[in-house]
């Protein structure tokens, strides 16, 4: 693991704790810390988190996290012995809640099938053998 990767983890495992443990703004939703994207120099970081809820908890968590990006930043730097604290920037991933959506998809898409052809024998993937 090289040291942009361990730094990397160092920050999303902190960011995580400091929201959970210190922030107590009531905006803040069920937030989950997904990654860290971390320049090469270490001098910034975008923190990808998640929230559990509708488009008006993720905006509210967006606004409370951004407020507390001075607190938060300090916080870091303090816990993480860097030369220089990395300049922090906040962004929503959405990807949990687009796979919960293929999945929903799918699912559907595996009940339409079923309906469709419900008495219906299984075919063999088996390519049937060459005879001489």
């Known amino acids: 693991m090289s040291r942009q990767e361990r730094v990397a983890e160092a ?58 990006l001075g607190f938060i930043s300090k916080e870091i730097s303090e816990r993480i012995n860097l030369k220089f604290a ?4 906040f962004r929503e991933d959405r990807s949990a809640e687009y796979s919960v959506r293929i999945e929903e998809v799918l699912n559907e898409l595996k009940e339409t099938e079923k309906k469709e052809k419900p008495n219906e024998p299984k075919k063999s993937r088996r390519k049937p053998k060459k005879t001489r």
């Open 11 to 68: 920050i999303r495992k902190e960011a995580s704790l400091i929201i959970h443990d210190d922030l107590k703004d009531p905006r803040l939703g069920f937030v989950t810390i997904t990654r860290v994207e971390l320049s090469g120099d270490l001098r910034n970081a975008k923190i990808f988190f998640s929230v559990l809820g509708k488009d008006e908890e993720h905006r509210k968590t967006q606004e409370a996290l951004d407020s507390a």
């Open 86 to 89: 990395p300049e922090i920037i």
